[in-house]
């Protein structure tokens, strides 16, 4: 890991067993297009400064304080210093609270996963010891430390040469299923629609390959800016046609194959094949234009 900087540095414990670590980030949005706000009319690029809603005046930064809104347009001013204050204090230390049998967490509760692994040679061994028992037990560790200013709960499970430790959403934050699926229907399928459904899923059966999926948006981004820098137009995408309810059999019965819309429709490749396609260096790699910042 040394070509990336840790974000954070400590210790993980458990029970007298304790490794110096780093978190490193797991994921990153870094390859992804992005875009500079730039005035039309003259081409340069826009820098951003806060008006004062009321006066209409520039703000200067020394002058700029958060506020917590307490209704009717009055706030509540809260300088730096005191925000500062109520930062909970660091001990540096991931100490397992609790172990739970792996895949019990509802992973809503998942918020961003990090790489863990030794920082020192000397910890090497104690790392090792609490990655393997994770692994045999089967089980992921429960722990809490102050990250980035917060108290998080983070679950810490093996993986591979290390661990992954993976921050987790407080229970407030996360929205009850009820609320959302209250007004979604009760309705009984027909058993010959189930069937199919089944048929289709168990034939489809396959392993998760991340490298055949694309970001199409990231793709039409990038071959728009293509086109764009080339002086060529993109053709408008094809609108999705939507099944609806009384052809939801007829589209189940072309999806398992037994009703095929026409004969000269290519046979669909078998997800559940038995071999493990490697995606070649050019499926993985973007056709991204040569500047990922663009005007």
Known sequence: MAAHRAQWKGHLKIGEISSAVGLYTATSTSERISFHMINEST?????????????????????????????????????PEEVAAVVPDSDKMLEAEAFIPCGKIDDVYFDKPYYLVPVDDVDQDAFTSIRDALSKTRAAAIARTVLFRRMRTVLIRAHGKGMIATTLNYDYEVRPSEEVFK???KIKVEAAMLDLAKHIITTKKG???????????EDALAALVKAKAEGKTLPKPKPIKVSKPNDLLKAL?????????????????NANSGKKVTASKSTKSRAKPASKKAS
């Open 207 to 217: 392993e998760f390959d991340p490298a055949k999926f694309d970001d199409r948006y």
């Open 43 to 79: 081409g340069n690029r826009l820098k951003r400064e806060f008006i004062d809603s009321e006066s209409e005046e520039v703000v200067k930064r020394d002058q700029q304080v958060k506020g917590f809104e307490t209704g009717n347009g009055d706030y509540i001013m809260i300088d």
């Open 253 to 269: 019965r072309e999806s398992a194959g037994m009703d095929k819309p026409s004969a000269s429709k290519p046979k669909a490749a």
């Open 183 to 185: 007004d979604v229907a």
